[in-house]
């Protein structure tokens, strides 16, 4: 029944909307079952916190740890690493755009499972700062944001925050510094328009999870209800890669 009303909603390409092959088997989002099967999906049980896999349900030692989050809860389609990697940087560096749909729609279907997102009023891509956008041409949150949007019918707000001042790399700094080297970066530019709202906000990747928390920081600073997250890829926990 649930694939039927995920055919429902994903009606089954011809071809394979990773790998371009024609459909031989089900799949989910417009994705062939074997690329489903290669994509290191999270479907254990997770941190109540941050969303990152673990043994139990239960909150993770870094968020145990963790003085204050400003979003409610977090969660991640799936792992940082191969075949979600890959197509991340597909993606982002060789601006393959069209993967924005069926990676989008995975987060969507993600977030279909739910509750406490099913309420989220509005949807917020986690925004780059207009050097990089210039760079790189568009914003990857931004367009994994709107596909979400369209399958939720939930409105975006795509100039609502906006990264003012661009920060050093963030990879070589520890979690308290990235903190400290974020803070500025972000600005609400309606203030008003979230009063009372709850927000969700959508990022690609999820590392220390402090982007995303002063995002909500500045959310919350500028009225907002509560701020959930969801992103395509986490870090698994103790982990270093860079993103
Ligand atoms: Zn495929
Ligand atoms: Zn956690």
Do not use: W
């Amino acid at each position: 029944m649930y694939r039927g009303f995920l055919n429902f909603i994903f009606p089954e390409p011809l071809h394979c909307k990773l790998c371009q092959q024609p459909m031989r088997s089900h799949g989910v989002a417009g994705i062939c079952g074997r690329c489903i099967e290669r994509l290191p999906l999270i479907n254990t049980s997770a941190c109540r916190v941050c969303g990152k896999p673990l043994y139990i349900q239960s909150t993770c030692s870094e968020c145990d740890n963790e003085v204050l989050y400003f979003y409610e809860r977090a969660i991640a389609v799936g792992l940082y690493e191969g075949a979600i990697r890959h197509y991340i940087h597909r993606l982002k560096y060789y601006k393959d755009i069209s993967l924005a749909e069926p990676l989008g729609s995975l987060m969507a279907i993600r977030l279909k499972e739910g509750k406490d997102f099913y309420q989220s009023e509005v949807v917020i891509p986690v925004p780059i700062s207009p050097k990089k956008k210039e760079k790189r041409g568009f914003n990857q949150s931004y367009l994994l944001a709107r596909v979400i949007s369209r399958i939720l019918k939930k409105p975006l707000l795509s100039d609502c925050l906006k990264r003012v001042k661009d920060t050093r790399a963030q990879s070589s700094l520890s979690r308290q510094d990235r903190l400290k080297n974020l803070r500025g970066a972000f600005q609400v530019t309606i203030p008003g328009q979230l009063r009372g709202k709850e927000v969700l906000l959508v990022d690609d990747v999820y590392t220390t999870g402090s982007t995303v928390n002063e995002c909500a920081r500045v959310l919350m600073g500028s009225g907002a209800l509560k701020v959930n997250v969801i992103v395509l890829a986490t870090v698994a926990l103790d982990s270093n890669l860079k993103r």
